[in-house]
């Protein structure tokens, strides 16, 4: 536990991210688009709200999903400065993604692709969250924790568009909803909200990290 | 501006909510990037009241309720709700408490950018501006718009559309006494003299006093001798007012109206102070000398012209209503005088009494015929049956012709239950007052609004005050009248949204006598019965009742606001029918009012709402409805 971990949520900086990517796999998968927006407390700023278009010449599959043609991508910048961007605004601030792991598994890639460090720090994934406050209601219907269905149960608006910073932001007013209905109970700091990273899965990333 | 910010969703947002849809869409565009959003749950307060706001709360998602300090509800909406807007404009303190009454989401704009909103928008800044629930300054305010196309309409009008007959001429070689007697046949002032198309001259009145009379002229001379030659006129496209500025600056009366030398007719001073008083006067005035029902008919086709200038003049709606009710009673009177003419008199005196909004000088374009007759009790039917029917399917038919159709309850003296001597109706008021059924009181809420139309007056007084004091006297009467009144729903919806016909032939309509104009009818014939008044309008009965103590002068204020705002904007809605063709009704579509006018329309059903619950809660009315 760090001295951040007792941090009260009402005074939590955070950076909700969502990427665009062109598969599933970190590995064999590239990054297409990131967005992000800052919560700071319980206030979504949008004034730090970005999107970014990573450049690149074959978008893959995932084309049909982001709605992103080549165009688009090649007149994206490249990863280097979107990751350094990126990188910039997440400081003194708490990463927040919904499904988090998927989110960091492509950027701690990206990042190594490029030979710098990965993101440091705790994170807090809205998906586990969800599962969390769930949990005492009983089984969770399937599909209850996706990002939209997790949302309408808030009664948050649907949104049309789905691209890096629209849910982006749509993780952020989630999280806002979570943390609301946490607050009504007790107070809430960082420990209670961020996502545990099993020990073995902590030893494997610092391992990776180190090479 | 940060590059690839895409808040678009968000901008679309705003751009579909008022204020914010009255912004141009540069500024549109920036507005996502200065916000920022917060969530609250259902329960939490969203601004309390008695704090200053420093930002402009915008519900994105879920529902707040705004209290005033007594806890009554002022409002309560959902999506594209502005919070806090007011009293950040005037940098007070908010006056009502605002709580998340579903979880919610909303926009917040900070102070900085509000201010500068205002100052790009004018419209921005007069949404937060307008304070809720002043409907007398809407009123003002509308009739005030509507006042100043009246002053355009007026200063537009052609002088070609204001000639109103062929012209009369003669001869330049004719006689005077030609000229005299042509003009006296057809009761004109004035003639215009030609030559062949040509107009040389014109003869007036005053020329054949001044220059023929007076001057021992001999009558036989020829007209050009004694006329005005070369006279002063106008092109059929000139202005009106350029006219009326000419008959005044040469201090003359007659004005040929001239289209490339050849006569059109003429205009004189009282044409254009016609078109100034929208002329119901004249109207009336026509009216009461037609003589055959189809003159009636057609000069009856005049009446929407009328009511569209008054409302171009910014008349009130409760004048209009008097000046439509006059031209309404005249139309009835002279189709009875007409009738009665062709049947020859009465063998019974009888009073013809007209019901309704025209018995409470409220009547609208288009309304349907509510009329009874009252007969003298020496009626005898086997004598008197047939005269009585005739005289009633005269006028009924007459006024369908007119363009009232006949009232589809059968209200009207064409029904031998709505024809009967004075001791049958005086029965049925009993009857009506003392066992107060559904029908039964529908039945007297139509005929407790009478009025002397024609005949004998002394029988409809004696109704009257029977009337009166039956129902001052019968609690039970008036408990069921309330239950009726406080029964009808205004359209306003949960969240104090205006509710409309979702399909059908009225889809997306919502009809503001029903639910609005007669419901405020219906609370003031309450309180009239109840205070024992002998009015019949609405407004009229709505003081009495605040005289005799049975009505708070403020909600009696406010009912009187909301009436007219509401007659008012019915008003406007069926002018605007007439002039598409159209015929008038009460359906008015809310998605395209103006934000002004739908959120007064909101606060004038809130109003009636308000008078129904004092209503409920003074009489017994629960078990009743």
């Known amino acids: 536990m760090t001295s951040a971990d007792r941090t009260p949520v009402e005074d939590l900086r955070l950076l909700a991210i969502d990427l665009e990517t062109s598969g599933l796999s970190p590995a064999h998968d590239r990054i297409l688009a990131v967005g992000w927006v800052p919560v700071d407390g319980t206030r979504i700023d949008l004034s730090g709200a970005r999107r970014h278009l990573v450049r690149q010449d074959e978008p893959g599959d995932a084309v049909t999903i982001h709605r992103l043609t080549h165009d688009d991508l090649e007149t994206g910048r490249p990863l280097t400065e979107v990751l350094a961007e990126l990188r910039t605004a997440l400081e003194g601030r708490v990463l927040l993604a919904h499904h988090a792991p998927f989110d960091r598994g492509f950027l701690d890639a990206g990042y190594r692709s490029l030979g710098q460090p990965s993101l440091r720090g705790p994170d807090v994934c809205t998906l586990v969250l969800q599962r969390r406050l769930l949990t005492p209601r009983g089984e969770i219907p399937r599909g209850a924790l996706r990002l939209w269905r997790a949302r309408a149960h808030y009664g948050l608006p649907v949104a049309r568009a789905h691209d890096a910073l629209g849910d982006a932001l749509a993780c952020a007013e989630l999280y806002l909803a979570q943390v609301a209905e946490l607050r009504a109970h007790r107070p809430v700091r960082l420990r209670d909200v961020r996502r545990r990273v099993p020990l073995l899965d902590r030893l494997r990333a610092w391992w990776k990290g180190r090479r | ?625």
């Not at chain 2, 002053?151 to 001869?171: C, F, M, N």
């Not at chain 2, 005035?285 to 189809?294: E, H, L, N, R, Y």
């Open chain 2, 1 to 625: 501006m940060p590059l690839d910010v895409e808040l678009a969703e968000i901008r679309d947002f705003l751009a579909a909510h008022e204020p914010f849809s009255s912004l141009p869409a540069d500024v549109l565009e920036a507005l996502p990037a200065r916000l920022s959003i917060v969530y609250r749950r259902r329960g939490d307060v969203v601004l309390a009241a008695g704090t200053t706001p420093a930002e402009l709360l915008v519900v994105r998602s879920g529902a707040v309720e705004l209290r005033d300090p007594d806890g009554e509800l002022v409002e309560r909406a959902g999506a594209g709700l502005c919070v806090g807007g007011s009293a950040l404009a005037r940098g007070t303190a908010q006056p009502v408490a605002t709580r998340a009454i579903e979880d919610t989401l909303l926009l917040v704009c900070p102070a900085e950018a509000f201010h500068e909103l205002r100052e790009r928008s004018v419209e921005f800044a007069a949404f937060f501006e307008q304070r809720a629930g002043q409907l007398r300054e809407a009123v003002a305010r509308q009739r005030a718009h509507y006042m100043t196309d009246a002053d355009r309409a007026v200063l537009q009008s052609r002088v070609g559309e204001l000639v109103r007959r062929t012209p009369v001429g003669i001869g330049a070689e004719q006689p005077i006494v030609e000229a005299a007697r042509l003009m006296s046949a057809e009761r004109i002032s004035s003639l215009l003299v030609t030559d062949g198309e040509r107009l040389v001259g014109i003869l007036t009145d005053r020329d054949l006093r001044t220059r023929v009379l007076a001057a021992g002229v001999d009558p036989a001379s020829p007209v050009s001798t004694v006329m005005t030659p070369d006279p002063v006129t106008v092109g059929p496209d000139a202005l009106a007012v350029e006219a009326l500025l000419e008959l005044v600056q040469r201090n003359i009366h007659h004005l040929p109206v001239v289209d490339r030398g050849r006569p059109l007719g003429m205009i004189t001073a009282t044409d254009l102070l016609r078109l100034q008083q929208a002329s119901p006067v004249f109207l009336v005035g026509d009216i009461a000398k037609a003589p055959d029902v189809a003159t009636v008919v057609e000069l009856s086709a005049r009446l929407p012209g009328v009511v569209a200038g008054l409302v171009r003049q910014g008349t009130s709606a409760r004048d209009a209503g008097r000046v439509t009710t006059t031209v309404g009673d005249a139309i009835e009177q002279r189709l009875l005088t007409l009738a009665e003419a062709e049947l020859g008199a009465p063998p019974v005196p009888y009073a013809w009494l007209t019901l309704g909004s025209r018995a409470r000088f409220e009547q609208a374009l288009g309304p349907d015929q509510d009329h009874a007759l009252l007969l003298h009790d020496d009626y005898r039917p086997e004598a008197h049956a047939a005269y009585f029917a005739d005289l009633a399917e005269r006028v009924t038919s007459g006024l369908e012709a007119v363009g009232y159709p006949r009232c589809r309850g059968e209200k009207m003296a064409t029904n031998p239950r709505w024809r009967q001597p004075l001791a049958a109706w005086r029965d049925d008021v009993t009857r009506w007052v003392r066992t107060p059924t559904p029908q039964a009181v529908l039945e007297a809420s139509v005929f407790f609004d009478l009025r002397h139309l024609h005949g004998d007056p002394a029988l409809t007084a004696e109704l009257a005050a029977a009337q009166r004091t039956a129902a001052q006297s019968a609690p039970i009467f008036l408990a069921h009248l309330a239950a009726h009144a406080a029964a009808g729903h205004p359209p306003l919806g949960f969240f104090r949204e205006l509710v409309v016909d979702r399909s059908g032939e009225h889809r997306d309509t919502l009809d503001l006598k029903r639910g609005g104009i007669n419901l405020i009818v219906e609370i003031a014939r309450l309180h009239g019965l109840a205070a024992g008044t002998l009015e019949t309008s609405t407004l009229a009965r709505l003081e009495d009742a605040v005289a005799a103590g049975g009505l708070s002068a403020a909600l009696a204020a406010d009912l009187r606001d909301a009436w007219e705002f509401l007659a008012h904007l019915r008003l406007r809605h069926q002018v605007e029918r007439v002039r598409a063709g159209l015929s008038p009704d009460n359906r008015i579509a809310p998605a395209r009012l103006s934000h002004f006018e739908k959120r007064h329309l909101k606060a004038a059903f809130g109003v009636i709402r308000t008078a129904q619950d004092a209503i409920s809660h003074r009489y017994p009315v629960r078990g009743l409805m």
